[in-house]
């Protein structure tokens, strides 16, 4: 018997050049490196000019570090969006910015600084600046390059700095229209404060730690009283903040709080009876725990407290006389509680909202006791001047049990007990992460609930109708009322997001615009002696202009009276030395951003600002109340916000904790397309996870991806073909079609809707699940055997030139690297992929309930092979003959067809309920290994294998 023939080189096995190891550390920043060179995205501009616009406007990350994982996230989703949107044929550009003023950036100037031995405050203030400039401009180099790394598109050669002159120049136009509006005040109000960076800080600068506090009780003597019983008696407060009792001026009570005059040993309290329980338990009068007085029931007396009204204490430091000899009033509070303490709270109007606005209420004002560096003034009496013990009110040994506050109180015999058990969430600088303090200090602010003065920009401000008459009207109201009702306009994804901002505007104090700091955008004001300030266009647009000519350094001491004119007199005014609240920069950024003209695809209002969830507190609520104030309007129209990145464990990553995920070693590691891969996997609306394996999982994933890719280039080699009449498409084809239709929407309402993780989901799920493990498996036997002028081979492979222009477009937004990469394999000269546009499939429809039901069938017919596999009783399902129940069958599929699509060597019909699998006797074709009846014993190829090796044979 002759030996049999190898007909392996007859197989039309898929060919490719494109590699299965895909090297992308190596390979990517060689396609970035092109992008550049060939100015993909002037390239991008240019194609889609005069299409709709859509803007998402780029929030500026501080230029002060490398990029982090939180960074990369946020870039990617950005990115993401207008990908997506330019895919789908919008003209949507990106402007990357930085903010780059404010103490995040001084801080590391000043902490190097530190390291030389220099002082801050004997820099001349512009040479300070220069270096917080240059500082910045580093930063903003290094950022650039690590985001163009990860494949962000946009306008790197342009990107927008609020240190630009330009834009500094804007900030200060804006703040000028709050002036001359008269929408800007000077006033003392406490505001949080950092000793350790001598300023005032924004909600949005501060973060919340838990710590431990010393807590004390202390005793202050009533001297008046509508009830004589009360006078000599001791009211009794509760404070974990011993420093402030040196400023204090008043004790609340509530006026709906019933309180009780007790007896501890040879003294009488007055204490909320609620909680003279726990009293006794602080000051150890009550050791057996009954919580009883220990005089007579007859002789404690209940008060309501609004019966306190007219009582006054003094000062336990009365006897220092000055400050402390003033009477201390007891005034009502409906913010006093009885959840702790003792239901008396005492009053420091220099350190606390409530107590100002109370104290202020009833005529007494703050005291500037505190300096900006925490300690008491050198002419304060208590805990003033040189005293040793004088040091910063924040410094923990100085509020101990055994410190100078408790040491000086315990020898006037008023502190009742003090312990430093008491633990509590407290703010802390995100910057220093040193504790802050409430501190009244003269500020400038915006008032929130003033109605706003001076016209709203015309063309900006929205007109809405009147519900009452239905007439047109202009927007009017407080800023906290437009900022309202444009909050309810504004779409937020997630929707809570509605309510997380909501919830801050209506409970914010008004804002403070003013820092006590050097760099950043001065407040260009003109004060008067009286307070006032000055409110002269002419005046501004010289400062504006000169700040446009030389940026900050304009506003100099030098230039007054070249900005006031000869309507002034210099010496009448004085020049404000406070700077900007950053937060105020950035929340000018639509101005000089989208008004200015320098971008000129750019529009105004943004359709889409997108940044972290706690920027409701910050840049969105900033920008809203900015443009509030001076359009009557948001500056965007929708709302994305993402949650935080926790370590894989669910832990706030943290350097001490060893748990970070630097997004720089994954590129290097990996490649950029995995950090892309993983963001838009994750539910990025939820704090979300990463990880070494989480990363592991998204590289399967990848790889998933790439042979999908790999596999249709291989098997699209050489193909030139179409799909001819549609009457000759097998229904298989038909199907898979109609899937690549169901999935084209799925994807683009999943774009539209900023739903990224279900786009990646739907798309992985697509390739993994209809293809890889379905449509591919089923039809590689076509591919490999069936001859060149096959129908069906030509269908197939027509098919997979449609999805391959679809799945390539669908992914280029995701993995931006690898998606140029498969286009330039199959197309060395087709340009770029990212210029392409949504891709245009055929609308097929199919039966999917009747596909569905084959697909459930095909499931239990392998997993009734798969026993036989494992005992090696068969090594392939070709080697296998079904029998599959007969009304598990639907409609319309041949045995035939049955065999094929399970990949069996026959398939039958039976009444059984179940899948039954037994070994075939039939004899295997040599060429493409089916066994078939049609394969004799003796034979070695089957009827369709032997036609197409002898045309095989004849052309070579």
């Given at each position: 018997?002759?030996?049999?023939?190898?007909?392996?080189?007859?197989?039309?096995?898929?060919?490719?050049?494109?590699?299965?190891?895909?090297?992308?550390?190596?390979?990517?920043?060689?396609?970035?490196?092109?992008?550049?060179?060939?100015?993909?995205?002037?390239?991008?501009?240019?194609?889609?000019?005069?299409?709709?616009?859509?803007?998402?406007?780029?929030?500026?990350?501080?230029?002060?570090?490398?990029?982090?994982?939180?960074?990369?996230?946020?870039?990617?989703?950005?990115?993401?969006?207008?990908?997506?949107?330019?895919?789908?044929?919008?003209?949507?550009?990106?402007?990357?910015?930085?903010?780059?003023?404010?103490?995040?950036?001084?801080?590391?100037?000043?902490?190097?600084?530190?390291?030389?031995?220099?002082?801050?405050?004997?820099?001349?203030?512009?040479?300070?600046?220069?270096?917080?400039?240059?500082?910045?401009?580093?930063?903003?180099?290094?950022?650039?390059?690590?985001?163009?790394?990860?494949?962000?598109?946009?306008?790197?050669?342009?990107?927008?700095?609020?240190?630009?002159?330009?834009?500094?120049?804007?900030?200060?136009?804006?703040?000028?229209?709050?002036?001359?509006?008269?929408?800007?005040?000077?006033?003392?109000?406490?505001?949080?404060?950092?000793?350790?960076?001598?300023?005032?800080?924004?909600?949005?600068?501060?973060?919340?730690?838990?710590?431990?506090?010393?807590?004390?009780?202390?005793?202050?003597?009533?001297?008046?009283?509508?009830?004589?019983?009360?006078?000599?008696?001791?009211?009794?407060?509760?404070?974990?903040?011993?420093?402030?009792?040196?400023?204090?001026?008043?004790?609340?009570?509530?006026?709906?709080?019933?309180?009780?005059?007790?007896?501890?040993?040879?003294?009488?309290?007055?204490?909320?009876?609620?909680?003279?329980?726990?009293?006794?338990?602080?000051?150890?009068?009550?050791?057996?725990?009954?919580?009883?007085?220990?005089?007579?029931?007859?002789?404690?007396?209940?008060?309501?407290?609004?019966?306190?009204?007219?009582?006054?204490?003094?000062?336990?430091?009365?006897?220092?006389?000055?400050?402390?000899?003033?009477?201390?009033?007891?005034?009502?509070?409906?913010?006093?509680?009885?959840?702790?303490?003792?239901?008396?709270?005492?009053?420091?109007?220099?350190?606390?909202?409530?107590?100002?606005?109370?104290?202020?209420?009833?005529?007494i004002e703050p005291q500037f006791a505190v300096m900006a560096d925490g300690r008491y003034r050198d002419d304060w009496l208590w805990l003033g001047g040189d005293d040793e013990r004088r040091r910063s009110v924040i410094n923990k040994p100085f509020n101990a049990p055994d410190g100078p506050i408790c040491s000086d109180l315990r020898e006037a015999g008023a502190l009742l007990s003090a312990s430093d058990d008491y633990q509590h969430s407290y703010p802390h600088s995100w910057r220093s992460k040193a504790k802050v303090i409430f501190r009244c200090t003269p500020q400038w602010f915006v008032p929130m609930d003033k109605p706003l003065d001076g016209p709203l920009d015309p063309s900006k401000t929205p007109v809405?109708?009147?519900?009452?008459?239905?007439?047109?009207?202009?927007?009017?109201?407080?800023?906290?009322?437009?900022?309202?009702?444009?909050?309810?306009?504004?779409?937020?994804?997630?929707?809570?997001?509605?309510?997380?901002?909501?919830?801050?505007?209506?409970?914010?104090?008004?804002?403070?615009?003013?820092?006590?700091?050097?760099?950043?955008?001065?407040?260009?004001?003109?004060?008067?002696?009286?307070?006032?300030?000055?409110?002269?266009?002419?005046?501004?647009?010289?400062?504006?202009?000169?700040?446009?000519?030389?940026?900050?350094?304009?506003?100099?001491?030098?230039?007054?009276?070249?900005?006031?004119?000869?309507?002034?007199?210099?010496?009448?005014?004085?020049?404000?030395?406070?700077?900007?609240?950053?937060?105020?920069?950035?929340?000018?950024?639509?101005?000089?951003?989208?008004?200015?003209?320098?971008?000129?695809?750019?529009?105004?209002?943004?359709?889409?600002?997108?940044?972290?969830?706690?920027?409701?507190?910050?840049?969105?609520?900033?920008?809203?109340?900015?443009?509030?104030?001076?359009?009557?309007?948001?500056?965007?129209?929708?709302?994305?916000?993402?949650?935080?990145?926790?370590?894989?464990?669910?832990?706030?990553?943290?350097?001490?904790?060893?748990?970070?995920?630097?997004?720089?070693?994954?590129?290097?590691?990996?490649?950029?397309?995995?950090?892309?891969?993983?963001?838009?996997?994750?539910?990025?609306?939820?704090?979300?996870?990463?990880?070494?394996?989480?990363?592991?999982?998204?590289?399967?994933?990848?790889?998933?991806?790439?042979?999908?890719?790999?596999?249709?280039?291989?098997?699209?080699?050489?193909?030139?073909?179409?799909?001819?009449?549609?009457?000759?498409?097998?229904?298989?084809?038909?199907?898979?079609?109609?899937?690549?239709?169901?999935?084209?929407?799925?994807?683009?309402?999943?774009?539209?809707?900023?739903?990224?993780?279900?786009?990646?989901?739907?798309?992985?799920?697509?390739?993994?699940?209809?293809?890889?493990?379905?449509?591919?498996?089923?039809?590689?036997?076509?591919?490999?055997?069936?001859?060149?002028?096959?129908?069906?081979?030509?269908?197939?492979?027509?098919?997979?030139?449609?999805?391959?222009?679809?799945?390539?477009?669908?992914?280029?937004?995701?993995?931006?690297?690898?998606?140029?990469?498969?286009?330039?394999?199959?197309?060395?000269?087709?340009?770029?992929?990212?210029?392409?546009?949504?891709?245009?499939?055929?609308?097929?429809?199919?039966?999917?309930?009747?596909?569905?039901?084959?697909?459930?069938?095909?499931?239990?017919?392998?997993?009734?092979?798969?026993?036989?596999?494992?005992?090696?009783?068969?090594?392939?399902?070709?080697?296998?003959?079904?029998?599959?129940?007969?009304?598990?069958?639907?409609?319309?599929?041949?045995?035939?067809?049955?065999?094929?699509?399970?990949?069996?060597?026959?398939?039958?019909?039976?009444?059984?309920?179940?899948?039954?699998?037994?070994?075939?006797?039939?004899?295997?074709?040599?060429?493409?290994?089916?066994?078939?009846?049609?394969?004799?014993?003796?034979?070695?190829?089957?009827?369709?294998?032997?036609?197409?090796?002898?045309?095989?044979?004849?052309?070579?």
């Amino acid at each position: 018997m002759s030996e049999k023939r190898d007909y392996r080189d007859t197989v039309f096995l898929p060919k490719t050049d494109f590699p299965m190891k895909a090297g992308l550390p190596a390979k990517e920043p060689k396609i970035a490196a092109r992008w550049e060179e060939e100015g993909l995205y002037r390239q991008l501009r240019e194609a889609r000019a005069g299409r709709e616009t859509f803007v998402l406007h780029d929030g500026p990350p501080y230029a002060n570090g490398d990029m982090h994982i939180g960074h990369a996230l946020n870039h990617t989703l950005k990115d993401m969006v207008c990908r997506t949107q330019n895919l789908m044929g919008k003209d949507a550009p990106y402007v990357p910015g930085w903010d780059c003023h404010g103490l995040p950036i001084e801080w590391k100037v000043e902490e190097q600084y530190r390291k030389k031995k220099r002082n801050k405050n004997e820099v001349e203030p512009k040479e300070f600046r220069a270096e917080c400039r240059a500082y910045a401009q580093k930063w903003v180099d290094v950022q650039k390059g690590q985001l163009k790394r990860l494949g962000i598109m946009g306008d790197w050669d342009d990107p927008y700095l609020t240190m630009d002159f330009d834009a500094e120049a804007t900030i200060v136009a804006e703040l000028m229209k709050f002036a001359e509006a008269g929408n800007l005040y000077r006033g003392s109000k406490p505001v949080m404060w950092s000793p350790v960076e001598e300023t005032a800080l924004a909600e949005a600068e501060v973060e919340y730690e838990d710590i431990v506090s010393t807590q004390i009780d202390v005793a202050f003597e009533i001297t008046e009283s509508p009830f004589a019983e009360l006078v000599g008696a001791h009211a009794v407060v509760w404070t974990t903040t011993p420093w402030t009792i040196p400023v204090n001026q008043a004790i609340a009570y509530g006026p709906d709080i019933e309180y009780v005059l007790v007896h501890y040993g040879d003294r009488r309290y007055l204490v909320a009876e609620d909680l003279c329980y726990a009293l006794s338990l602080r000051t150890g009068a009550n050791e057996n725990g009954t919580g009883a007085a220990q005089s007579g029931a007859d002789n404690i007396k209940i008060y309501r407290g609004s019966d306190l009204a007219g009582t006054v204490a003094c000062h336990p430091m009365h006897h220092l006389g000055g400050f402390y000899a003033k009477p201390r009033p007891f005034l009502p509070g409906d913010f006093v509680t009885t959840d702790s303490g003792t239901g008396l709270v005492h009053m420091s109007p220099d350190h606390g909202e409530d107590d100002f606005l109370l104290c202020r209420e009833h005529g007494i004002e703050p005291q500037f006791a505190v300096m900006a560096d925490g300690r008491y003034r050198d002419d304060w009496l208590w805990l003033g001047g040189d005293d040793e013990r004088r040091r910063s009110v924040i410094n923990k040994p100085f509020n101990a049990p055994d410190g100078p506050i408790c040491s000086d109180l315990r020898e006037a015999g008023a502190l009742l007990s003090a312990s430093d058990d008491y633990q509590h969430s407290y703010p802390h600088s995100w910057r220093s992460k040193a504790k802050v303090i409430f501190r009244c200090t003269p500020q400038w602010f915006v008032p929130m609930d003033k109605p706003l003065d001076g016209p709203l920009d015309p063309s900006k401000t929205p007109v809405v109708e009147d519900q009452g008459t239905g007439h047109a009207k202009g927007v009017s109201g407080t800023l906290r009322e437009i900022a309202t009702s444009e909050i309810a306009r504004v779409e937020f994804i997630p929707e809570k997001g509605r309510r997380r901002i909501g919830s801050m505007v209506e409970g914010r104090p008004d804002w403070v615009l003013s820092r006590q700091r050097a760099w950043g955008v001065p407040i260009t004001l003109f004060v008067r002696q009286d307070g006032s300030y000055l409110q002269d266009p002419r005046v501004n647009t010289r400062v504006v202009d000169a700040v446009r000519e030389e940026g900050v350094d304009a506003w100099d001491e030098s230039r007054k009276a070249e900005f006031l004119g000869s309507d002034y007199d210099p010496d009448e005014f004085e020049m404000v030395t406070d700077i900007l609240d950053v937060w105020f920069d950035s929340g000018c950024t639509h101005a000089f951003v989208l008004e200015s003209g320098r971008w000129p695809a750019l529009k105004w209002p943004a359709d889409l600002y997108l940044e972290g969830s706690d920027q409701h507190r910050g840049w969105f609520q900033s920008s809203l109340l900015e443009s509030c104030t001076t359009r009557g309007r948001a500056p965007y129209d929708q709302v994305l916000t993402h949650g935080f990145t926790m370590a894989s464990d669910g832990r706030k990553m943290s350097k001490s904790l060893g748990n970070t995920i630097d997004p720089l070693k994954v590129m290097e590691q990996y490649g950029a397309d995995i950090i892309r891969l993983w963001a838009l996997s994750v539910d990025s609306t939820e704090d979300h996870r990463i990880g070494e394996e989480i990363l592991k999982g998204t590289g399967d994933q990848y790889r998933r991806l790439r042979n999908t890719f790999r596999y249709l280039l291989g098997a699209l080699d050489g193909f030139v073909g179409d799909m001819g009449d549609m009457g000759e498409v097998p229904e298989l084809e038909l199907y898979v079609l109609a899937l690549l239709a169901d999935l084209d929407g799925k994807l683009r309402t999943a774009a539209e809707k900023y739903d990224f993780n279900t786009y990646t989901r739907l798309l992985v799920d697509f390739c993994n699940e209809d293809l890889s493990a379905f449509y591919f498996d089923i039809r590689k036997d076509v591919l490999y055997c069936d001859g060149p002028d096959s129908v069906k081979r030509n269908a197939y492979r027509t098919v997979l030139d449609l999805l391959f222009h679809a799945l390539v477009r669908y992914a280029a937004p995701v993995l931006v690297f690898t998606a140029e990469e498969v286009w330039s394999t199959r197309y060395p000269d087709g340009g770029s992929v990212h210029l392409l546009e949504w891709p245009q499939v055929p609308g097929v429809g199919a039966d999917g309930a009747k596909w569905d039901k084959l697909r459930a069938l095909r499931e239990d017919v392998m997993e009734a092979i798969e026993p036989l596999r494992r005992d090696k009783v068969i090594r392939s399902g070709l080697e296998a003959d079904v029998v599959v129940p007969a009304a598990a069958v639907p409609e319309g599929f041949s045995d035939a067809d049955l065999a094929e699509l399970f990949i069996t060597a026959s398939v039958t019909r039976g009444d059984s309920d179940t899948v039954t699998v037994t070994r075939t006797n039939e004899s295997k074709c040599g060429r493409c290994w089916r066994l078939l009846p049609s394969v004799d014993e003796d034979g070695d190829l089957c009827d369709r294998c032997e036609p197409v090796v002898a045309q095989w044979d004849a052309v070579r």
